[in-house]
T-cell receptor, first 110, second 113 residues
Framework: AQRVTQPEKLLSVFKGAPVELKCNYS??????LFWYVQYSRQRLQLLLR??SRESIKGFTADLNKGETSFHLKKPFAQEEDSAMYYC????????????FGTGTRLQVFP | DTAVSQTPKYLVTQMGNDKSIKCEQN?????MYWYKQDSKKFLKIMFS???????INETVPNRFSPKSPDKAHLNLHINSLELGDSAVYFC????????????FGDGTRLSIL
C-alpha cells in the first residue's frame, strides 16, 4: 500500500542551524515525490518535487530509493522557514492520487 | 487574479444542515480535487475530477457529493452535517493527473455546532 511517513510532528531549531525534515515512503512502483509547504495563514503550495532536482528557498531533497526516503534539507534555517511541511507521494498512473504524510511543523527561533 | 478560489472561507452551521462549498480555478487545469484536513492537520484526498469526470472517490460518506459543472469548477455539497465533518476543506487543481504539481485554494474552515 502507498504510505508516506513523517516521523516528527514538530521540529524546532535556531536560526542558522541546519534543518532536516524526514520523509519515508512505501510504494511498489516508481513514485513521484513532493514537498508541499503551508505558511501561517497561507495556502498549501508546492515547494519542490524530486523530478526537477531544484533548490527552492535553499531547500533540497534527494530521493533515496534504497532507503525509500525523501528527506528535506536546508543548511541554514531562517525564521521565515517556519511553516507546516508535507511530504507527498503519487504514482505515475492517471488515476493515482497524491498521498500526504501527516506533516511536520518547523519552528525556527531567532 | 487568485488561481484557485474557494467560497466561503468560513462556514459555521448546525448539525443536520446541508451546505455547499464552491471552488473555481482560472489556471486552465483539467483536474480538480477536494481534500479534507482534520484537527491534527492530516490531509486526505476525498475526490478528484478530470474534465468533469469523477476519477477518484475515496471512502467518503455519501452525504458528500461533488459536482463539476465544467472543468473550471468543482463544488462540494454536504448533506445532514455531522460534528465529525468539522475540518478545513481544500480544493486543488492540476494539469493532468495526480503526479502533476497541484495548486491549492485557501481552504474553507467548516465548524459544526
Amino acid at each position: 500500500a502507498q504510505r508516506v511517513t513523517q516521523p516528527e510532528k514538530l521540529l524546532s531549531v535556531f536560526k542558522g542551524a541546519p534543518v532536516e525534515l524526514k520523509c519515508n515512503y512505501s510504494y511498489s512502483g516508481s513514485p513521484e515525490l513532493f514537498w508541499y509547504v503551508q505558511y501561517s495563514r497561507q495556502r498549501l503550495q508546492l515547494l519542490l518535487r524530486h523530478i526537477s532536482r531544484e533548490s527552492i528557498k535553499g531547500f533540497t531533497a534527494d530521493l533515496n530509493k534504497g532507503e525509500t526516503s525523501f528527506h528535506l534539507k536546508k543548511p541554514f534555517a531562517q525564521e521565515e522557514d517556519s511553516a507546516m511541511y508535507y511530504c507527498a507521494l503519487s504514482g505515475q498512473v492517471g488515476t493515482d492520487k497524491l498521498i500526504f504524510g501527516t506533516g511536520t511543523r518547523l519552528q525556527v527561533f531567532p | 487574479d487568485t488561481a484557485v478560489s474557494q467560497t466561503p472561507k468560513y462556514l459555521v452551521t448546525q448539525m443536520g444542515n446541508d451546505k455547499s462549498i464552491k471552488c473555481e480555478q482560472n489556471l486552465g487545469h483539467d483536474t480538480m480535487y477536494w481534500y479534507k484536513q482534520d484537527s491534527k492537520k492530516f490531509l486526505k484526498i476525498m475526490f478528484s475530477y478530470n474534465n468533469k469526470e469523477l476519477i477518484i472517490n475515496e471512502t467518503v460518506p455519501n452525504r458528500f457529493s461533488p459536482k463539476s459543472p465544467d472543468k473550471a469548477h468543482l463544488n462540494l455539497h454536504i448533506n445532514s452535517l455531522e460534528l465529525g465533518d468539522s475540518a478545513v476543506y481544500f480544493c486543488a487543481s492540476s494539469q493532468g493527473a495526480g503526479w502533476q504539481p497541484q495548486h491549492f485554494g485557501d481552504g474553507t474552515r467548516l465548524s459544526i455546532l
